[in-house]
């Protein structure tokens, strides 16, 4: 299969809960990024970690990677209603397939007031 | 502000129907795009590389009949679905790199195509 693996597929949790994501990937990458869709809507940038590095933040996100598992995990904290959305891990191998990602099979967050 | 722009955001039309989906770079180059589908409920499946002033590089059991990619200039992609069917109803995004290594992708809005 092209795509990652993601998981959970679903996450249902309340307002002010953490939320944590898991993404696995397949081949060996140049860096990760996390996306966010709302229903129907377009793509999100959220945060993209280089494959030297093994954590990052903005804000509320905190994303780490682990390049000897493959893994990637993305955590938002104090969750808000308006978090609900699906989110996607993106891996990029760089090189020749520079720009090409490989998008997992992503989480559909809700988030209940 | 988008620093791409795709065109239109949503059609609808009868089977049968060819459909124009457009990509465009603002305020930069883009030698490659790439174009991906999205089924409801699903993720984002890559379809082709889009390759300024050359032919289109398709992934594995995408129709390169069936959807005609065309790069004529440095900042437009066009992805033509021909005949389109009910099947091929999905969301069609497209994407730019970044001018820079470790920077994200550009997408567009996306374009949502319903065939009835």
């Known amino acids: 299969s092209q795509q990652g693996e993601e998981d959970p597929q679903a996450l249902s949790i309340q307002e002010g809960e953490n939320a944590t994501m898991n993404c696995s990937y397949k081949t060996s990458i140049n860096n990760l990024q996390w996306y966010r869709q709302n229903s129907g809507r377009g793509l999100v940038h959220l945060i993209l970690i280089r494959s030297n590095e093994r954590e990052k933040h903005s804000g509320r996100l905190r994303v780490t990677l682990d390049t000897s598992k493959k893994s990637s995990s993305l955590l938002i904290t104090a969750s808000r209603a308006a978090d609900t959305a699906s989110y996607f891990c993106a891996s990029n191998a760089g090189g020749t397939s520079y720009g090409k990602l490989t998008f997992g099979q992503g989480t559909i967050l809700t988030v209940h007031p | 502000g988008a620093v791409v722009s795709q065109h239109p955001s949503w059609v609808i039309c009868k089977s049968g129907t060819s459909v124009k989906i457009e990509c465009r770079s603002l305020d930069f180059q883009a030698t490659t795009m790439f174009w991906y589908r999205q089924f409801p409920k699903q993720s984002l499946m890559l379809m082709a590389t889009?390759?300024?002033?050359?032919?289109?590089?398709?992934e594995q059991g995408v129709e390169k009949d069936k959807f005609l990619i065309n790069h004529a200039s440095l900042t437009l992609s066009t992805l033509t679905v021909t005949s389109a069917h009910p099947e091929d109803s999905s969301f069609y995004i497209c994407?730019?790199?970044?001018?820079?290594?470790?920077?994200?992708?550009?997408f567009g809005d996306g374009t949502r195509l319903s065939i009835l």
């Open positions: 889009s390759n300024e002033g050359s032919k289109a590089t398709y």
């Open positions: 994407s730019a790199p970044a001018p820079y290594s470790n920077q994200p992708q550009h």
